[in-house]
């Protein structure tokens, strides 16, 4: 089975960064598109930044300049660098899996700026 194990989040001040991590067993990071959304209380799930199996990365408004998504392959985790935060970042952040259209996502980790 695929899991998908979210974890970093915390509170942090405005200004702070940082650090979250997807770990996954049961599935090849390479073969995979890996992503990071979040979905603050009231709002919709959004895409914060997702990295395609060849390393290519795109990002969510207003993140390309703050957040840096990476990948190790040999440790199967997906990492979500975040820095500068705002309070409008707080919020539970997702990692996803998706291989051909079929997704996995995590639990999910809360992120508090204030």
């Known amino acids: 089975d695929v899991q998908l194990v979210e974890s970093g989040g915390g509170s942090v001040q405005t200004g702070g960064s940082l650090r979250l991590s997807c770990s996954g067993s049961?599935?090849?990071?390479?073969?995979?598109?890996m992503g990071w959304f979040r979905q603050a209380p009231g709002k919709e799930r959004e895409l914060v930044s997702s990295?395609?199996?060849?390393?290519?990365?795109i990002y969510g408004n207003s993140m390309k300049d703050r957040f840096t998504i990476s990948q190790d392959n040999g440790k199967r985790t997906v990492y979500l660098q975040m820095n500068s935060l705002k309070t409008d970042d707080a919020a539970v952040y997702y990692c996803?899996?998706?291989?051909?259209?079929?997704?996995?996502w995590g639990q999910g980790t809360q992120v508090t700026v204030s």
């Open positions: 990295i395609h199996s060849n390393g290519s990365a």
């Open positions: 996803r899996a998706d291989c051909g259209g079929v997704l996995y």
């Open positions: 049961g599935i090849t990071l390479s073969t995979y598109s």
